[in-house]
């Protein structure tokens, strides 16, 4: 539907914003009327003009043309319908392309994972350098290696213990020496796994797989207390990882992703 003082209809722009408020009492209107409330079977129905601005308003009737149908048009969608994409982009507040946005958010992402590493590569995870900072008064060394105060980098991967786990995973993805600094992961390595091979998804889906599943072993000690074997974190990574690798996007068939399949036990179908 289309709004008589509030939309784009008219050879004048918006009338309300282009005459205010007083020429909608002059016209015994109200401001969230209709354009139909001037129309009647296709023809101008205005009360009399008792005000120069509505005598502006009426002498340009000619030039718009009726006969279309009256049917609500979402503006701010570039086709006129409603569009969640477009909403989002006329309402978001627009800020500069991060560099890290393809190692968080992609196709394959496990939603869980992606949250968790947003907040990790923005370094937002409540570790304890950060409660200590806060004013938390309790005990802010690491918990897998009781070697230190607890800070992102130290978890993502300096701690022997999460470094253990993170060198296991990405053996499997080809890489013997993975670097244990997180800049250098985020910046450097992660610059490689934007591409949607086999192996750029793998690496990326391990990374947050590993960040995740680290951070929930993390908390299962400080707040269940509740440890996890490294066994135990090993077995469900490989799992998430497998699962989503398996049926779904084929990838290409060469000797690289054949040694994918067989080190992370895909069937060797999803090559194409
Ligand atoms: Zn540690």
Redesign the pocket.
């Known amino acids: 539907m289309i709004h008589l003082w509030q939309d784009n209809w008219h050879p004048l722009g918006v009338l309300y914003e282009r005459f205010g408020s007083r020429v909608i009492y002059d016209a015994h209107s109200r401001l969230d009327s209709r354009l139909d409330s001037v129309l009647s079977n296709g023809i101008w129905c205005w009360k009399p003009a008792r005000s120069e601005e509505l005598v502006d308003i009426q002498s340009r009737l000619p030039e718009v043309q009726l006969g279309y149908v009256d049917k609500p048009i979402w503006t701010v969608a570039r086709k006129g319908s409603y569009v969640s994409a477009d909403t989002w982009d006329f309402l978001r507040d627009k800020k500069c392309e991060v560099d890290w946005w393809h190692v968080v958010w992609f196709p394959f992402a496990i939603p869980k994972h992606a949250f968790i590493m947003w907040l990790a590569v923005q370094n937002r995870l409540s570790t304890g350098d950060r409660l200590l900072a806060w004013g938390f008064q309790g005990d802010a060394q690491?918990v897998?290696?009781r070697?230190?105060v607890?800070t992102r980098d130290?978890?993502f991967f300096m701690?022997?213990?999460?470094a253990r786990i993170w060198k296991n995973c990405m053996q499997r993805c080809n890489d013997l020496a993975p670097s244990l600094d997180w800049q250098r992961v985020l910046n450097d390595d992660c610059r490689t796994w934007k591409k949607k091979t086999m192996a750029g998804v793998l690496c990326r889906l391990v990374l947050s797989s590993v960040v995740y599943n680290i951070w929930k072993a993390r908390n299962a000690i400080k707040y269940q207390n509740a440890p996890k074997s490294e066994e135990q974190i090993l077995k469900q990574i490989f799992w998430e990882v497998r699962s989503r690798i398996s049926g779904r996007e084929k990838f290409k068939k060469n000797r690289e992703n054949v040694k994918f399949c067989h080190l992370w036990n895909v069937d060797v179908s999803i090559l194409v």
Do not use: A, D, K
């Open positions: 690491c897998f290696c070697n230190g607890e130290h978890i701690c022997s213990f999460s």
